[in-house]
């Protein structure tokens, strides 16, 4: 089982600034996809960013060059800078990767619980 430590959402003005941080314990991953999601009131869940064991980096629309996440082992940090009272959303750490169970390598897909992150005009 894995689980998912999401920190650092809440209440910002519009310009500023906020960390936000995952890590995954539980499971040792052989090579994984860790990242952040966001959801909107009436919205779908939508990409922000995803960064691989490799260090290679996708990014969403929503990022717009303004956020910036980066991974050390298995914790993602996704810096969001400039925010807008339109990135307020649910944001949510995502991992989905391979694990060894035995011997045999096994897909694992896992959601946090997400972290409110609100920006005020």
């Given at each position: 089982?894995?689980?998912?430590?999401?920190?650092?959402?809440?209440?910002?003005?519009?310009?500023g600034s906020l960390r936000l941080s995952c890590t995954a314990s539980g499971v040792i991953f052989e090579d994984s996809a860790m990242g952040w999601y966001?959801?909107?009131?009436?919205?779908?869940?939508?990409?922000?960013?995803?960064?691989?064991?490799?260090?290679?980096?996708?990014?969403?629309?929503?990022?717009?060059?303004?956020?910036?996440?980066?991974?050390?082992?298995?914790?993602?940090?996704?810096?969001?800078?400039?925010?807008?009272?339109?990135?307020?959303?649910?944001?949510?750490?995502?991992?989905?990767?391979?694990?060894?169970?035995?011997?045999?390598?096994?897909?694992?897909?896992?959601?946090?619980?997400?972290?409110?992150?609100?920006?005020?005009?």
């Open positions: 089982q894995v689980d998912l430590a999401e920190f650092g959402g809440g209440l910002v003005q519009s310009g966001r959801q909107a009131p009436g919205r779908q869940r939508e990409l922000v960013a995803t960064i691989t064991s490799e260090g290679k980096r996708n990014y969403g629309d929503s990022a717009e060059g303004r956020f910036t996440i980066e991974r050390v082992k298995d914790t993602v940090y996704l810096q969001l800078t400039s925010l807008k009272p339109e990135d307020t959303a649910v944001y949510y750490c995502h991992i989905d990767g391979y694990y060894l169970d035995l011997g045999t390598s096994k897909y694992l897909e896992v959601w946090g619980q997400g972290t409110p992150v609100t920006v005020s005009s």
